[in-house]
């Protein structure tokens, strides 16, 4: 890699290498099911570039795909993408220093992945979210180094998918990468005994009302499963001991 770039912004990109292994086949799917759904190529790209999340990206297509009403859709991929919300209050800190253009650059580039590197990557440099002004390590380049990484992947895999999406063989099973990447996040989140409750109770949730129209059980799902935490956190689940204590009771 080019050594004139920032270390922190290497560093990112080398940090996102393992992930691509869920990344490109996620995408792929993404780009066929667009097609598959009834989309145009330009279309399922154009989405691909303007909503540019994986989970409420397949919502969506499969929702267009079944002539599914444009407020359902844009409210199906509002909730799917709430946690958004409080990933940029809590990394928003570490960026307070940066322009309000180049906030917004990062927060449309703002992923799962981005989010959970780069909060794992500041919490080994310590609690001051000022390091950057002070002339230290620079956050944004980290930042930038995952998420622009995981862009160009995501868009050239959708990209790809489209195009030679109908000469991928049903017998190779892409959509296994989808629970996959997801499942790669969420095991290291499960750090307490609050987090495991609203794991269980969300996907429990999620599973029983799979039948349920218009993708509702996985909205019902996100919805118990923060309230589930929430619950747990207030009954002072917060650590991993006294979560698996609770879970022998």
Aim: charge should be negative; proline fraction near 4%.
């Amino acid at each position: 890699m080019d050594s004139r770039l920032p270390s922190d912004l290497r560093d990112g990109v080398r940090d996102t290498l393992p992930l691509l292994l869920g990344i490109v086949p996620f995408a792929l799917v993404a780009g066929v099911a667009g097609v598959e759904a009834g989309l145009t190529p330009l279309q399922t790209v154009g989405l691909s570039v303007v909503v540019f999340a994986g989970a409420s990206q397949l919502a969506a297509i499969e929702l267009l795909g079944d002539d599914a009403a444009l407020g359902v859709v844009v409210l199906t991929v509002v909730v799917i993408n709430l946690r958004m919300l409080m990933y940029s209050a809590s990394i928003a800190p570490y960026f307070r220093h940066l322009s309000t253009r180049v906030r917004a650059g990062c927060a449309y580039v703002l992923t799962d992945q981005a989010y959970a590197l780069a909060l794992a990557r500041y919490a080994g440099d310590g609690a001051d979210a000022d390091l950057d002004a002070d002339g230290g390590t620079r956050r944004p380049y980290y930042y930038l180094g995952v998420a622009v990484t995981l862009w160009v992947v995501w868009q050239a895999g959708t990209v790809t998918g489209v195009v030679f999406g109908a000469a991928v063989p049903e017998s190779w099973q892409l959509g296994f990468a989808v629970p996959l990447v997801f499942l790669a996040l969420l095991v290291p989140a499960v750090s307490d005994g609050a987090s495991l409750v609203a794991a269980v109770t969300g996907a429990g949730v999620a599973v029983l009302g799979a039948g349920l129209p218009f993708n509702a059980g996985l909205i019902l799902g996100a919805v118990v499963g923060v309230g589930g935490g929430l619950l747990a956190e207030r009954r002072g689940l917060t650590d991993r001991g006294s979560g698996a204590e609770e879970g022998h009771r």
